[in-house]
Nanobody
Framework: QVQLVESGGALVQTGDSLRLSCAAS????????MAWFRQAPGKEREFVAG????????YYGDSVKGRFTISRVNAKSTVFLQMNSLKPEDTAVYYC?????????????????WGQGTQVTVSS
């Protein structure tokens, strides 16, 4: 069982940067593939970024490529999402997810553990 707690969400302006953090309760998250998803009102949950267990491979949704960076510090059981050049369409609740599979998957149903989410609002 892994508990995930996101933090760092805020109200920012277009073009600003923000860093989200996801702290895991597990002694180590080394055994988990980690990902960030987001969900805007009235929309389905969307894959944002994922990172393999070792951190050697990262994957991004098309809408955030080149602007967002996912990283992890296994020794601190923490995953980060650095978000640059934020746009109003990035406004959503951002969720951290974990799963014991080896591959990064982009569908939310494949992730066993979820945090409660953190709100990111980008004003125009």
């Amino acid at each position: 069982q892994v508990q995930l707690v996101e933090s760092g969400g805020a109200l920012v302006q277009t073009g600003d940067s923000l860093r989200l953090s996801c702290a895991a309760s597990a002694q180590t998250i080394r055994s988990y593939t980690m990902a960030w998803f987001r969900q805007a009102p009235g929309k389905e949950r969307e894959f944002v970024a994922g990172i393999t267990r070792s951190g050697s491979n990262t994957y991004y949704g098309d809408s955030v490529k080149g602007r967002f960076t996912i990283s992890r510090v296994n020794a601190k059981s923490t995953v980060f999402l650095q978000m640059n050049s934020l746009k109003p369409e990035d406004t959503a609740v951002y969720y951290c997810a974990a799963d014991g599979t080896w591959a990064v998957r982009t569908t939310p149903d494949t992730y066993a553990y979820w945090g409660q989410g953190t709100q990111v609002t980008v004003s125009s």
